[in-house]
């Protein structure tokens, strides 16, 4: 039954028999679910069967009982204030509720559930029963869930009585609200009822699956959220999921598993279905194993993350899809695909950064939504009975959404919530109106005071803050395709993996910089050399909180290199297949004693600055172990998660044999130059560099000029310093004399030379000098890059 026209008498149909060229006549939830059983079972993709009523059916059953001039007459008083929405939607529900379906429409619905029945050898199959609005999930509208779903009906009568229900949620009051908003006719819509059978989710597990970052539109990334039980704990964000993602490139290489990011979220509470009573569902805690448990396996993250690219690659679009694994199978499913509709329409060259000018205290932080800044009064919401309280141009803060907020959702500045993630109500409809939020944050209704004035920062990329007072920012706009073309490679400098996603339609031309540190620091906290030598840790406090940090690892060790493998991977996705060079840990020792666990490992120095730090660490037997965690991150990385354009450099190697031993300590950890296409740089950034450059350069790949800690060394002067401030230039003529030189040694030798400092943006003479001198690329903090582009282009220019 292919042909729209062959549904237009027909009142109920397989869903293997629809297909998105059936919107008219079973909407768009029910469309793609025929659509994706009928072409993309044979990718491997599971869909639960079923079968779903028309759109013929419901404008029959109105017909039948006569209903649709109550109808137009409680629509028409609402519109003119003599009734309140509340009152129009209770009168028309009631009219639905009390009708009868045509006898041959009720047939119809009966002999397809006894047949679904017996195709899955149940005489009464447990049952969903959804409800698919034909403007509903079109790719201009992505307000899913206006009308409601049944589930874990059984038997006849109770499929019958759900699906008048399904046509009464066509007029709940969110439901008449959307269309108001939308301009849709409210007796333009009809509603088909889609009946699949269970998955018995409420035993394994449930979730929501984007083929794009839904935040900064990177289209390279799966995002996959998961939880316990049913999966409208994760669609209302009342819990807090687990995250994965999962980099789409090198999914159809089957020797990879490129996982990028794997967040166990709180999950501290599961749907399942209720034994007894009327209610079909009941939420229950969950488990301390299952809180602190992954939800998927890695081999269940990719099965589900090539579904995405498959049913992305059929629709030719971004697709918002849910999935569901049940419990007593172990087997997945697709349960629903809708095109993705925020990020799809957004413009690939238009570019839009927000800077915040001044800082102020850090109140509350959760999953940024969007990348703008807002601020205003925060407007404290606990209850939907008492939205009339909020006030426009308000923050709104709640502990979660569903779609009766969306009236007062899009008066706000911006949206905080206690609970919730990337893929929750809140966050959905927070794009989808522009509004900035900040979601997940577990605290925000105990912490944020209504009245006082807050603002709220998505800026910095997934983590989103909220500030006290009134913080001002700037907005800079540009178009990427009016920027210039440069010679000279223009790279980032990237620290944070979840801010990478933010900067990847920028063109440039990889990563110059990727700090490590920044992931030890913040993501893994531990000293590595706490995690070899546990038993060493010598504070209780900090020995519970390792224990804390790595549960659920059997091997402390592999804590360390599982957050350190992913974070650099999620820094190289979105520059991918350009080079991405990974910097080996630099921290000093006092700073390595920061870290939980260090003072049991670092020893206080006079001068950190200029002691036990960089390369003369990695082969010490003080630190040789924490050494090989690194190695081993790196190595995964590269071999197991695929991203063969990582570059390793070696930071501050002070001599040639440093350099020898270094290379040899990493080749022991499987990190050998040359194999498998491994390129090794090191950090110019030490005199002895730049005058034993040409020896140096038989040892490494490249250089990157360390400009802060060269100028440092070459002047003498503490770069930390605030009394000799005045001194620390590197345009100073000895600094740039090294820097030429080292330049001329370097192409000498063959082998490539950048930059990472700030020096080019801050000093449009100093961009000159290096493009004058051939520097091959340019590293910079990413948030400087637009001007700094056109100032190295204008530099190229005069060149010429």
């Not at 899955?120 to 959804?130: F, I, K, M, Q």
């Not at 997945?332 to 799809?344: C, D, I, N, S, Y």
């Not at 950890?669 to 140096?696: K, T």
Request: charged share 25%; glycine share 10%.
């Amino acid at each position: 039954m292919d042909a729209l026209t062959t549904l237009t008498d027909v009142h109920v149909v397989w869903l293997e028999d629809v297909g998105m060229g059936d919107v008219p006549a079973v909407g768009g939830k029910n469309a793609s679910l025929g659509e994706l059983t009928r072409s993309l079972v044979s990718s491997g993709v599971r869909v639960p069967e079923g079968f779903a009523t028309t759109a013929a059916a419901y404008r029959a059953f109105v017909a039948a009982n006569g209903i649709e001039p109550a109808i137009r007459t409680a629509i028409d008083e609402y519109r003119a204030g003599r009734t309140s929405l509340r009152e129009a939607g209770e009168a028309i529900r009631e009219l639905i509720l009390e009708g009868q379906f045509p006898p041959d429409i009720a047939a119809a619905i009966r002999e397809h559930y006894r047949t679904l029945s017996q195709r899955t050898g149940h005489d009464r199959a447990s049952v969903a029963v959804r409800s698919s609005a034909t403007a509903e999930d079109l790719p201009d509208a992505s307000f899913a869930g206006q009308q409601e779903t049944f589930l874990n009906i059984a038997g006849e009568r109770e499929l019958m009585d759900a699906c008048r229900r399904c046509y009464a949620s066509l007029f709940t009051d969110r439901a008449i609200s959307y269309r108001e908003i939308k301009g849709f006719g409210h007796l333009d819509v009809a509603l088909s009822i889609g009946v699949q059978r269970m998955v018995r989710s409420d035993l394994g597990a449930s979730g929501v699956m984007f083929s794009i970052d839904t935040e900064s539109g990177f289209p390279g990334s799966v995002l996959i959220s998961a939880a316990w039980g049913l999966g409208e704990t994760v669609v209302q964000g009342t819990i807090n999921p687990d995250k994965y993602q999962v980099f789409k490139p090198l999914l159809s290489a089957t020797q990879y598993a490129p996982i990028i990011e794997k967040t166990v979220g709180s999950k501290e509470r599961k749907m399942i279905y209720s034994r007894g009573g009327h209610a079909r569902t009941r939420t229950v805690d969950t488990t301390d194993e299952e809180r602190r448990s992954v939800v998927l396996t890695d081999s269940e993250i990719l099965a589900l993350a090539r579904w995405a690219v498959a049913v992305e690659d059929h629709y030719g679009s971004p697709m918002d899809m849910e999935w569901a694994k049940d419990g007593s199978t172990g087997e997945l499913f697709m349960v629903q695909a809708r095109p993705e509709t925020v990020q799809a329409r957004r413009s690939a060259s238009e570019f839009r950064i927000y800077h915040l000018r001044e800082s102020g205290p850090r109140l509350a932080s959760g999953a940024a939504i969007g990348e703008s800044i807002a601020h205003g009064l925060a407007c404290v919401v606990r209850d939907a009975r008492d939205i009339d309280n909020f006030r426009d141009g308000a923050i709104l803060v709640t502990q979660m959404t569903d779609p009766d907020w969306v009236p007062i959702m899009q008066r706000a500045a911006g949206i905080v919530t206690d609970h919730g993630g990337p893929t929750s109500h809140a966050a959905i409809v927070s794009r989808e109106l522009g509004v900035p939020a900040v979601v997940g944050t577990g605290n925000a209704t105990s912490v944020l005071e209504d009245g006082k004035p807050i603002t709220l920062s998505c800026a910095g990329g997934e983590d989103g803050e909220v500030y006290d007072g009134t913080l001002a920012f700037d907005v800079e706009e540009v178009d990427l395709g009016m920027l210039p073309k440069t010679r000279t490679a223009v790279m980032v400098n990237i620290a944070s993996p979840s801010a990478a996603f933010q900067w990847w339609r920028l063109p440039v031309a990889g990563v110059g910089l990727a700090r490590m540190e920044f992931i030890i620091g913040n993501l893994i906290r531990i000293h590595p050399m706490a995690l070899v030598h546990p038993e060493r840790v010598t504070d209780f406090g900090e020995a519970a909180r390792i224990r804390e940090l790595t549960n659920g690892y059997s091997d402390l060790r592999e804590y360390f290199v599982d957050v350190l493998a992913t974070g650099i991977a999620k820094i190289a996705a979105p520059y991918h297949p350009h080079p991405v060079i990974v910097r080996l840990s630099d921290f000093k020792s006092n700073e390595y004693a920061h870290l939980i666990g260090g003072g049991s490992f670092e020893v206080a120095e006079e001068n950190p600055m200029l002691g036990f730090r960089g390369a003369s660490r990695y082969y010490d037997q003080r630190y040789r172990e924490g050494f090989a965690l690194e190695c081993r991150a790196l190595k995964r990385v590269r071999e197991n998660i695929g991203f063969s354009n990582v570059i390793v450099m070696v930071p501050f190697c002070r001599t040639l044999h440093e350099a020898d031993l270094v290379i040899k300590a990493m080749a022991e950890n499987g990190l050998i130059r040359g194999e498998a296409g491994l390129q090794i740089y090191m950090m110019c950034e030490i005199p002895s560099n730049v005058i034993l450059a040409s020896e140096f350069a038989r040892r490494f790949d490249g250089f990157s000029i360390g400009s802060n800690d060269l100028t440092q060394l070459v002047l003498g002067v503490d770069r930390d310093s605030e009394q000799l401030a005045g001194l620390f230039d590197e345009r100073d003529e000895a600094v740039m004399s090294m820097i030429a030189q080292v330049i001329g040694k370097a192409h000498a030798a063959g082998i490539k030379i950048g930059i990472c400092g700030q020096g080019p943006s801050n000093h449009p003479d100093f961009a000159a000098f290096l493009v004058k001198e051939g520097i091959d690329s340019i590293s910079l903090n990413p948030d400087t890059y637009l001007k700094t582009v056109t100032v190295i282009a204008a530099a190229e220019n005069q060149e010429r």
